[in-house]
């Protein structure tokens, strides 16, 4: 079964401009979460979607937006970026219940 | 405020020697996570801990989780090279109303194995 995957892996961005990453689920997974990860912050929770709708939001701008599609990939999106947008980030699919969350290898956001 | 501590942040240990790394959380979550990061990487699941006295063991690492003391343990027995990495403890909200998908995350215990 294949993993998680997210697109693209690397991006370097410019101060102003917005970003779209992109996670595919593990198969027959319906919930995606995103999270961001710094060396300051660590690992901070995004948001979390499930069957098309947004369950949970954590604490971030409105410049951080996503939303997931109906064969369940999700999309993030980061608008205006600013420097400290600079992360890995992360997204992890989860089946059925309370089943751990599988993450995918991350897209490294740069924002010069 | 929700916490997740862990102890301690950097672990520089010898080949052979024995270690634990604590992870305290401030909720009542009743289900705690490991992840393992090599570094540029993604996070690795290495143990599902679900309920008060539920100890968890895979090679060299054992985990354990007292939910009554909100306390983790992650054992390292004779410790390798390979087992340098960064260690991560999560719980989830679930039971504080948030979703199964909310995971707040310790802020990871670099551990560095020399020979």
């Known amino acids: 079964k294949a993993g998680v995957t997210q697109t693209p892996r690397y991006l370097i961005k410019t101060r102003g401009q917005q970003v779209t990453l992109s996670c595919s689920p593990i198969?027959?997974?319906?919930?995606v979460s995103w999270y961001q990860q710094t060396p300051g912050q660590g690992l901070q929770f995004l948001f979390e979607?499930?069957?098309?709708?947004?369950?949970n939001k954590g604490n971030f701008p409105g410049r951080f937006s996503g939303r997931q599609f109906s064969n369940s990939r999700s999309e993030m999106n980061v608008s205006t970026l600013e420097l400290g947008d600079s992360a890995l980030y992360l997204c992890?699919?989860?089946?059925?219940?309370?089943?751990?969350?599988?993450f995918g290898p991350g897209t490294r956001l740069t924002v010069t | 405020e929700l916490k997740v501590e862990q102890n301690p942040l950097f672990l520089s240990m010898q080949e052979g020697k024995n270690y634990t790394i604590y992870c305290n959380y401030s909720?009542?979550?009743?289900?705690l996570y490991w992840y393992r990061q090599d570094p540029g990487k993604s996070l690795e699941s290495l143990f599902v801990?679900?309920?008060?006295?539920a100890v968890k063991q895979e090679g060299r690492l054992m985990a354990s989780l007292d939910t009554k003391a909100r306390l983790s343990t992650l054992h390292i027995t004779a410790a390798v090279h390979d087992l340098s990495a960064t260690y991560f403890c999560?719980?989830?909200?679930?039971?504080?109303?948030?979703?199964?998908?909310?995971?707040?995350f310790g802020k990871g215990t670099k551990l560095s194995v020399k020979p």
């Open positions: 992890a699919s989860r089946g059925q219940g309370r089943e751990e969350q599988y």
């Open positions: 198969s027959g997974h319906r919930s």
């Open positions: 979607y499930f069957s098309e709708t947004q369950r």
């Open positions: 909720t009542t979550s009743d289900r």
């Open positions: 801990l679900l309920s008060n006295g």
């Open positions: 999560a719980v989830d909200l679930l039971p504080l109303g948030g979703s199964q998908g909310n995971l707040i």
